[in-house]
């Protein structure tokens, strides 16, 4: 085969990779605003974003809790690093083992942009361009130790936390602000971040399929 055909079928297959990526992520969105209709009666309230200190915002943030979607559904052990670039726009790593303790460390690489005028409290996140959705953040403690995302619609929602073991209380804390933004708290779910955690009432469990 000469290499011009051979360039040939590397460009198809790089297209057809990316179609097939396209369509997951429509699906996914698809399975998201099927959900049950939030019965939060706040629910129609718009989200407001807050103040954030960007370059003490970076650096590693564990997921402790999320709504759970096909993109970490079943996931454990998962993790945000954030490195803010010359250029104002931020390195977003996500680290996971899939499916098990056991598993190997993967990880997803994203590039986001803080939108002009939120404060640092909305970025825009390429998933692959030319895809890109919203990132809100809802609250941030003084002591930027825990903080918490979400999504304009309210179908996703995260908690994260700087120490991979939240107290139960806190998370109760975390569930009762997201709660007071309109969000239908009983959809959160904890993500474990160590192996005593898997099976226990509340948590993911890696063959979640919700």
């Not at 040939?8 to 997951?24: C, D, F, N, S």
């Not at 598993?103 to 590039?111: E, S």
């Not at 898997?198 to 469990?205: A, E, H, I, M, T």
């Given at each position: 085969?000469?290499?011009?055909?051979?360039?040939?079928?590397?460009?198809?297959?790089?297209?057809?990779?990316?179609?097939?990526?396209?369509?997951?992520?429509?699906?996914?969105?698809?399975?998201?605003?099927?959900?049950?209709?939030?019965?939060?009666?706040?629910?129609?309230?718009?989200?407001?974003?807050?103040?954030?200190?960007?370059?003490?915002?970076?650096?590693?943030?564990?997921?402790?809790?999320?709504?759970?979607?096909?993109?970490?559904?079943?996931?454990?052990?998962?993790?945000?690093?954030?490195k803010l670039r010359p250029d104002g726009r931020i390195d977003d790593g996500y680290i996971y083992r899939p499916g098990s303790?056991?598993?190997?460390?993967?990880?997803?690489?994203?590039?986001?942009?803080?939108?002009?005028?939120?404060?640092?409290?909305?970025?825009?996140?390429?998933?692959?361009?030319?895809?890109?959705?919203?990132?809100?953040?809802?609250?941030?403690?003084?002591?930027?130790?825990?903080?918490?995302?979400?999504?304009?619609?309210?179908?996703?929602?995260?908690?994260?936390?700087?120490?991979?073991?939240?107290?139960?209380?806190?998370?109760k804390a975390a569930l009762g602000r997201f709660e007071a933004m309109g969000y239908d708290i009983s959809r959160f779910r904890r993500v474990p971040q160590f192996p005593?955690?898997?099976?226990?009432?509340?948590?993911?469990?890696?063959?979640?399929?919700?």
């Open positions: 085969m000469g290499t011009k055909h051979k360039d040939h079928g590397v460009r198809a297959g790089l297209r057809w990779i990316h179609g097939i990526a396209v369509a997951a992520l429509v699906l996914g969105v698809a399975a998201c605003s099927s959900q049950p209709p939030n019965p939060n009666p706040r629910a129609a309230v718009p989200l407001q974003t807050v103040q954030v200190d960007l370059p003490r915002y970076m650096g590693r943030w564990y997921v402790i809790a999320n709504i759970p979607y096909f993109g970490e559904r079943g996931n454990v052990g998962s993790y945000a690093e954030w303790f056991d598993a190997p460390f993967k990880r997803m690489q994203f590039l986001d942009s803080v939108v002009p005028g939120s404060g640092g409290g909305e970025w825009r996140v390429r998933l692959f361009w030319p895809i890109y959705v919203s990132q809100l953040t809802l609250y941030v403690d003084p002591e930027y130790h825990v903080t918490l995302l979400g999504y304009p619609d309210k179908s996703l929602g995260w908690v994260f936390s700087r120490d991979p073991n939240m107290s139960d209380a806190d998370y005593s955690q898997l099976g226990q009432p509340g948590f993911q469990s890696p063959g979640d399929a919700e």
